[in-house]
């Protein structure tokens, strides 16, 4: 198999290096952490002057680590490895299997010699957690399965193969390894329901029902569609399961903590306020909710809007789901409020951008009705609508960015595209010092 750049994380890891900090490498397993501790990073420190000797690794979900487990003879040894008078580099693999590992971390942390990294896959190692457990020194670098471009960079096959493959059987670098469909459906299922449902049940002493299985399809069934545990309570009741939307509440939470799924808040651009309910739920990499649907429900426009907005995620923003609301008239001359939705609001720092997922518009009735949403927001901010077509970007009469979902995934830099000049349907686009002529 080809190998796998992960520059992006690579390039973060190397920006926080001998930073002072814990470098804590998260997210879903199987997604690649291990690998870019352990070969990506490691061989870049090599390539850079660091020795072997002053590199500490340990794999503590291994059998040949299980005396690592212990605190105190983890710590000893670590300890018993250190070269004086260098910079020693220290990487725990799964070191959530160690209890008491914050007291051990915050521990080695004190040493000026050591930089550490850990990886860790599950609630232990949210965000907000890794600010508690190391006292402010927890410095997150979350991991995703491959993004598209990491997808085709070691694709062997054309871009409409790759294509397929990818919205069919999402982004797990071993996806990659499994030249035939059916071996990659077999890895997803059985990774699907003998890793990560038997992880969350053992982790949350979960009773062996039928709940978690009824929760994780009507997810996968609904995704992207706005809902919440209440309403999913009632979905529940006419499948003859009674379970309290709190009860329902919970298990969402054991799914985010496992970085199964992901939830996407409602924003109300206008009144500039975050709306309590509902959500709408996106799995973390679209194979894994292919195959919990035996690959039965394969709508391309929904898939296309889940792996847009992890790509989103990727790219460090922050992702709501977007409401535009306005007054208007009903047949009766009465007025009405009606909300609007804006498939992504995007932030990051100063930058905003309002992205509409569109599969294809054929003609302007479909062009009016994608972009009815984004011409009522009254702020500058970039507003793009990604079509599946494979188009060169353009620039509509309400000064919207249109362009090709391939594009979009392949090259981050084209969201940046600006319109210096628009003569009738001839526009001419900019970004970083390129220009592209339509």
């Not at 199987?30 to 870019?36: A, D, I, W």
């Not at 990073?41 to 340990?58: A, F, P, T």
């Not at 299997?97 to 007291?103: I, L, N, T």
């Not at 992205?355 to 927001?377: C, G, H, T, W, Y």
Request: one cysteine or more; glycine letters at 6%; aromatic letters at 12%.
């Amino acid at each position: 198999m080809t190998e796998i750049k992960r520059d992006l994380y690579l390039q973060k890891l190397i920006d926080r290096k001998e930073n002072g900090e814990i470098k804590v490498i998260t997210g879903i397993r199987r997604c690649g952490k291990s690998y870019l501790l352990f070969n990506l990073y490691y061989n870049y420190l090599l390539q850079n002057g660091v020795d072997k000797d002053c590199i500490i690794c340990i794999a503590l979900d291994s059998p040949e680590w299980e005396d690592m487990l212990n605190i105190q003879m983890l710590n000893e040894y670590i300890k018993s490895k250190i070269v004086p008078e260098k910079i020693n580099y220290v990487f725990l693999d799964e070191v959530q299997f160690v209890d008491g590992f914050a007291k051990l971390l915050n521990g080695l942390n004190r040493y000026s010699n050591l930089d550490i990294y850990v990886t860790g896959s599950n609630s232990k190692f949210l965000s907000t957690d890794i600010l508690t457990e190391f006292r402010g020194r927890g410095d997150e670098v979350r991991v995703y399965p491959l993004n598209y471009a990491e997808f085709v960079s070691a694709f062997e096959g054309s871009k409409e193969e790759a294509w397929k493959n990818y919205y069919t059987y999402g982004g797990l670098p071993q996806i990659l390894a499994r030249k035939k469909d059916e071996l990659k459906a077999k890895y997803l299922r059985d990774l699907f329901s003998k890793v990560y449902l038997a992880d969350i049940v053992e982790r949350n002493s979960l009773r062996g029902d039928v709940v978690m299985d009824t929760l994780v399809n009507i997810l996968a069934s609904s995704v992207g569609s706005l809902t919440n545990p209440s309403k999913l309570a009632n979905t529940f009741a006419s499948k003859d399961i009674k379970v309290s939307d709190k009860t329902i509440g919970a298990y969402i939470d054991y799914l985010q903590d496992a970085f199964l799924v992901n939830k996407a808040e409602r924003y109300d651009i206008k009144g500039r306020k975050y709306i309590a309910s509902p959500f709408k739920y996106y799995f973390t990499d679209v194979g894994l909710r292919n195959a919990r649907l035996n690959f039965r429900q394969q709508e391309e426009n929904h898939i296309m809007e889940n792996i847009i907005y992890n790509e989103l995620l990727v790219r460090d923003f922050n992702v709501d789901v977007g409401v535009v609301e306005y007054r208007t008239k009903n047949a009766e001359g009465k007025q009405e409020k009606v909300n609007l939705e804006v498939d992504f609001v995007c932030n990051k720092g100063s930058q905003r951008f309002y992205i509409q997922s569109a599969f294809s518009i054929p003609d302007r009735e479909k062009m009016k009705q994608e972009q009815n949403s984004l011409v009522r927001i009254n702020d500058s901010f970039k507003k793009i609508i990604v079509v599946k077509d494979d188009i060169k970007p353009w620039y509509n009469e309400e000064g919207i960015l249109v362009m090709g979902l391939q594009q979009f995934l392949l090259q981050p830099e084209s969201m940046l595209y600006n319109s210096i000049t628009r003569k009738g349907k001839q526009c001419t686009f900019s970004v970083i010092g390129c220009v592209l002529k339509r």
